[in-house]
């Protein structure tokens, strides 16, 4: 059975995005990059609700990115990935597939069938949807060292608590912690 991963960077006062989407306060340079190239190197297929794949199909497909960040930006566009949106009807985004309806139906098949784990990249309402259907088997969250001004918490309004249980973190050099959980059993 495919193991379903998130993965959300939040500010130390828990808003996963900033005002209007906003994610620039997030490190992206240094040890954090290291580690998005060594995540995509597990070649799981990528999951995301429509904002969070628009943004990064914004980015991840342009020379700004392979000149940036090169080797992250050759794991994202050739990653295999899937898009959840009752309002997206394409994409010219290599190697996507849209889920439009039954998203707890669909995700519950794949883990079945699926010879590849899965990551959800943000996507707080995909998230919020996967975690209240006891869906998400770890939760990677990378605090970076910054309160920011106003934003969207992770996780907010859910159907019921989420007991987790500490396996794993690592300190960065720049500030930023990464913290993975697994859900503890009822």
């Known amino acids: 059975m495919a193991k379903l991963t998130s993965f959300t960077f939040i500010s130390l006062n828990g808003f996963y995005k900033g005002i209007n989407d906003d994610i620039n306060w997030h ?15 597990s070649n799981n297929t990528l999951l995301f609700g429509r ?3 628009e943004m990064m199909k914004r980015f ?6 392979y000149d940036s960040f090169p080797e992250v930006a050759d794991g994202m566009n050739n990653s295999e990935k899937i898009v959840v949106s009752k309002t997206l009807q394409s994409t010219d985004w ?19 069938t699926s010879k590849k784990n899965i990551t959800l990249l943000g996507s707080g309402t995909i998230l919020k949807q ?7 088997d770890e939760y990677q969250i990378m605090i970076d060292p910054i309160f920011i001004e106003k934003g969207e918490p992770i996780l907010d ?14 300190v960065f050099k720049s500030g930023t912690i ?4 697994k859900p503890k059993a009822n």
Do not use: F
């Open 94 to 112: 290599k190697n996507t597939q849209i889920i439009n309806e039954n998203l707890i139906e669909r995700i519950t098949e794949l883990k079945k």
């Open 130 to 136: 996967l975690s209240d259907a006891n869906l998400v």
């Open 157 to 170: 309004n859910l159907s019921n608590n989420i007991n987790l249980e500490l396996t794993k973190s690592k």
């Open 51 to 53: 904002v969070t794949y």
């Open 27 to 41: 490190q992206h340079g240094g040890e954090e990059a290291e580690y998005s190239v060594e995540s995509l190197k």
């Open 60 to 65: 991840w497909p342009t020379q700004m990115a």
């Open 178 to 181: 990464l913290l993975y959980y």
